[in-house]
């Protein structure tokens, strides 16, 4: 076909320039593009680009789900670990271990002539702090009010775990919750198994008002004098010590005796133990702190019971970290609180819980 160039089945036509030299610059241009147009049109048609499928949209609810899954995995994978790998005892365990499924009731040692701390009401009832503490450990240990036992103690008693019932019988405890201050020396005695602290106290004196005795800041102002003191006490040998001269008794209510008659010039013993003295009896008492520097911790003894150690711990551990369980705080204002009015500027106890770290007991499977 004239006019235009075949290649293949695609025909292009293209606009020849003039030859010779009657072809103008015009007419050389319109023929170049011309051409370029023509070899354009001889390419094929580009290929239409594929379609691609958009990237799959972020599942949340099935990550979570997953997540969610793998923990349950894993923690179970723990729990068989600890469980068949010998890890730390549970409740049940320890329970088991300590015996308190067996026991019906719950026999306790405490002291009896101590307002605040720990007496025997002339109507039957026990009162003071050491009462309500012994009340909430039994609690965890799943026994009622009524299933617990108290039986008065004498100092020297507290390490043996004998105390004495209405008849004048000896009678074996499973706890002793009687102001029992910890000691190394008390520690490294056989049947004494302290558990952690649950009351801080310091030592102090009370003096008979109508005496008229001078002030007392200082150990050392009562050198020459009478004291009483409770025999086994962490006081005696801080008297001794000053010089002073010591009568010792089992029961603070015989050092009260004393005092009344002029038997003795002073008491010192725990500011906790006197201050119920001096708050049931204002105008009787005066009550002088000393400004010691150690500090009297209380802990109750489980003989040498570990398990039953662990379970108590637990139930101190409970109520120091959990902000919901305010039986320790309940007991301080009803019975330590109301006797501060009395007792003027002499502390009486810390009026906080001692820090108590978590025994290592599983309460749950994955622990």
Sequence with gaps: MPGSETTGRFTWPVRRRMPGPEGTPEDIAVQDVA????????LPPPEPEPLV???????????????????????????VVRVLGGGPPSVADLRAQAGVDNWTVLPIGVKDDQPGTAFHE????WTGFDIEIAYMIAEDLGFRREDVRFYGMESEDRARMQATDAKGNRVPVKLVIASYSITASREAMPGV??????????QSVLTLHSDNHRPVSRLEELKGETLCTLSASTSLQALIDQGVTVKSRNRISECIDDLRHHRVNAISTDAAILAGYKAKYPKDFDHWDL??????AYGVNVGDNDALRKLVNLTLYRSYADPKDSRWEQAYAENFQTEVDENGRTPIAVASQPR????????????
């Design 291 to 296: 400004g010691l520097d150690q500090t009297e």
């Design 356 to 367: 108590v770290t978590r025994p290592d007991v599983r309460e749950m499977p994955w622990e």
């Design 122 to 125: 002339k109507d039957g009832r």
């Design 35 to 42: 051409e370029r147009e023509a070899a354009d049109q001889r």
């Design 53 to 79: 499928d958009p990237p799959p949209r972020f599942n949340v609810a099935a990550f979570r789900l997953a997540a969610l899954g793998l923990a349950l995995v894993l923690a179970l994978g723990l729990a």
């Design 193 to 202: 198994l302290f558990s952690d602290p649950y009351l801080y106290t310091e």
